[in-house]
Each structure stands twice: as structure tokens, then as C-alpha cells.
């Protein structure tokens, strides 16, 4: 198993909190919020003095940028879309397959859910299965390879980084944000259900080392996947989540001693049980733009994150990786945003003009946290953003 460092806070030094954390001005906003404060425009303030968490609770987290916007009711009744999905984005893609036969229908089991296997290969789910099939993943790891990355559907990623042995060691293997259950709700009987199923389930991959949580919303943090993982891995997995997430783990049977809590700008290092190899991964703990939800009392109660790996080997630059979760990067109020694609990719729509100021200005300025990441840490090599804000 690979041995683990002390962590590097952020902020050792003070007592004051970091600007992400909400501070309670009073027993009454420290007491637990209510269900409806899910819905971000019902949620209650928070006092945005700075003063010693010594004297003052924390009762949360918060997004501290100027791109950060809480929807009103209006803007999250008009974000839901009803009727048949027509994404433009699948007939556009499609219209580029015109030259190329219609493979043959795949099997059940690799079929989205949403495909007509009545009206082969002409219907909106049919042409969606052909660009983009479920495939049996490969998990071995070519020599003198410095990342690969295997995408499990949503945001599940395997990413498998080189040994830290100094030579024949099996790579080190980092699991981002994992989802095998077909639903995301804490149960197999209700709640929202995937597209398309797994491409295989726990028991199909290599042993793991590391698992990264951003966040505590369903379809990132699943309980039924954890627990597989935890059974499938005791040996050699641990788990690193954001702050507020280890009492979930621990409630699904998680040894504490694997887990790993941390706040953004934390770091810490994986090193080799070989005291000769200098090989490590240096593991951050990084901002995300967007917000938590588990249970009907603890909105953004748990921080989200981003993670971000450096591999490190002696005499080589680092080998950066950059998970960036359920981060948002910009506001954007119009349900009609973005534009759906067209054939000739013609100018913008007129409601597309709302989204700018005069001078070319963003109405809803982009999330500065990218910037701060690139600017302390450096910038990435490999860039993974499969969730959306």
C-alpha cells in the first residue's frame, strides 16, 4: 500500500476562517437549515464578517467570486426542459456520419436507455448510440505511458498514473467521482436514472488506490459504489473528499484511517513503501464553483472541490492532471444557453446578445478560481471537466 504524508494546510498560521466557509452571526443561522434551502434563492444569509471561528460557528460553505449567482425560482423553473429531448448537438454530429454505414444494433446491455431499438438506426436515440457506443474497457497500462484516463460514463474517471516503484511496479490507479448504480438517488427504485449503463461494474476493475469525492450530490457520490469499492479495494484504497463528507464514509463502513478530509489549497503526498524511490503523486485539494446537498437539512453544508495530481519523478517536470468535478464556470440565466449548433454554424441568435455588455464585456464574469489554480499550482497536462456547474 502506498504511504501517505501529513497534510500541507492551506493556512496554518491564523485562526480566521478562508473565505469559503460561512460564518453564523447567530444561534438562530446556526441552527440547521430547512429543506427548502436547497433552492439557493430561498436560502437564508450569512453573515460576511471575518471573525475567529473561535468565537463564531461555522455553519457551511459558500462561493466567494462575483461569478457566482443564486438562481431565483423563476430562472430555476425555466432551467427545466419538457417535452422530447432535441438536442441539436446529436444531429449535428450525425449529419458528419452521412458517408459511413449504420453499424449493427448493439446489444441490450449497450444500448442507452433513451435509443428506439424499434426504429434502427433513424431515430434520435439510435443516432446518439452511434456516436457514442459503449465499449469494454481496457485497464492495462503500456510501458512508458504518463497518464491514461478510462471515462466510466457521467463523471467517473479512472485515471492510472506510473509506478512509484522504481521499476515493474503496477501504476497507480485514481478514481474520480465514481457512479456504477443506474440511479442517482440513494436507491434503485426512484430518483433520476443514467442513459447509458456502466461499461462494467467494481468488481471489473484493477485494484484501486485512490478515490476522489468533489462533492456530496447523488451522482457523485454514490453509497452503493463506494461501499463496492471499499470491499473490491480494502487493501489499498483510500478515499480523499472535501470537508464534511468523512462522516458519510464512515457511516457506509469506510476504515477512518482511509479517509482523507481536506480543504481547498490542502495538499498532500503519496509516496512509495520503498524508502529508495523518490516517485510521488502530490495530491490538491482545489476550488470548484458550485454548491452540496445530501439530505433535506444540509444544504452546502459539505465543501465541493476540484482535485488536482502532480506526478513526480526526479529529473522530469511534474506530470499535472486536473479533475475539475461539478464546477460552473459562468452564469448563464437564458434557458436558451448555449445556442443550439446548426449544420452552417451561422451567427448568433438574437438572444444571444443578452449574454454580452458593450465592448465585448461577459454580462456574468467567468469563475477566477481556474486562473488561481493554474497561477499556484501550474498548468495542467491533462484536463478532465465531464461534470457542469
Known amino acids: 500500500m502506498l504511504s501517505l504524508g501529513a497534510i500541507t494546510k492551506a493556512n496554518p498560521n491564523t485562526d480566521d476562517p478562508p473565505e469559503h466557509h460561512a460564518i453564523a452571526a ?34 457551511g460553505f459558500r462561493n466567494p467570486w462575483p ?39 448493439p446489444a441490450p446491455s449497450k444500448l442507452p436507455r433513451f435509443a428506439d431499438v424499434d426504429d434502427w438506426p433513424s431515430s434520435l436515440g439510435a443516432k446518439a448510440a452511434q456516436l457514442l457506443r459503449i465499449e469494454d474497457p481496457d485497464f492495462l497500462f503500456p510501458a512508458d505511458t504518463k497518464a491514461k484516463v478510462t471515462w466510466l460514463g457521467h463523471a467517473a474517471v479512472l485515471v492510472q498514473l506510473p509506478s512509484l516503484e522504481q521499476q515493474n511496479g503496477q501504476p497507480v490507479r485514481c478514481l474520480f467521482d465514481p457512479i ?51 470491499q473490491h479495494s480494502r487493501d489499498s484504497v483510500r478515499f480523499f473528499v472535501p470537508l464534511g463528507h468523512k462522516k458519510w464514509l464512515l457511516e457506509w463502513g469506510i476504515s477512518a484511517d482511509r479517509i482523507i478530509e481536506m480543504d481547498w489549497w490542502d495538499s498532500v503526498q503519496l509516496n512509495s513503501p520503498n524508502p529508495t524511490s523518490q516517485n510521488a503523486i502530490k495530491i490538491h485539494c ?65 438572444h444571444d ?25 501550474g498548468p495542467p497536462n491533462l484536463l478532465l471537466a465531464l461534470g457542469r456547474g
Open 26 to 59: 447567530n444561534a438562530a443561522q446556526a441552527a440547521p437549515a430547512v429543506w427548502g434551502s436547497y433552492l439557493r434563492s430561498w436560502a437564508p444569509s450569512l453573515a460576511r464578517t471575518r471573525p475567529s471561528l473561535k468565537n463564531d460557528q461555522s455553519i
Open 67 to 105: 461569478s457566482w449567482h443564486k438562481p431565483t425560482v423563476a430562472e430555476l423553473w425555466d432551467s427545466f426542459y419538457w417535452g422530447d429531448d432535441n438536442d441539436g448537438c446529436i444531429e449535428l454530429a450525425a449529419s458528419h456520419l452521412t458517408d459511413s454505414p449504420a453499424p449493427p444494433k
Open 353 to 377: 446578445k443578452d449574454e454580452t455588455e458593450e465592448n465585448n464585456n461577459p454580462k456574468h464574469p467567468p469563475c477566477p478560481a481556474f486562473a488561481q489554480i493554474r497561477t499556484r499550482i
Open 180 to 230: 456504477f448504480s443506474m440511479r442517482c438517488a440513494g436507491n434503485e427504485s426512484a430518483g433520476p436514472i443514467r442513459s447509458y449503463p456502466p461499461p462494467c461494474k467494481v468488481q471489473d476493475l484493477p485494484p484501486i488506490d485512490t478515490v476522489f469525492i468533489s462533492h456530496s450530490h447523488y451522482d457523485h457520490m454514490d453509497s452503493s459504489t463506494i461501499t463496492a469499492i471499499w
Open 286 to 350: 482545489t476550488p470548484a464553483q458550485h454548491s452540496s446537498w445530501r439530505s433535506g437539512d444540509d444544504p452546502n453544508a459539505t465543501l465541493w472541490s476540484s482535485w488536482y495530481l502532480e506526478s513526480l519523478t526526479p529529473n522530469n517536470p511534474p506530470h499535472r492532471v486536473f479533475f475539475a468535478g461539478d464546477t460552473g464556470y459562468q452564469f448563464h440565466p437564458s434557458p436558451h444557453w448555449p445556442p443550439s449548433p446548426n449544420n452552417n454554424f451561422s451567427s448568433p441568435a438574437p
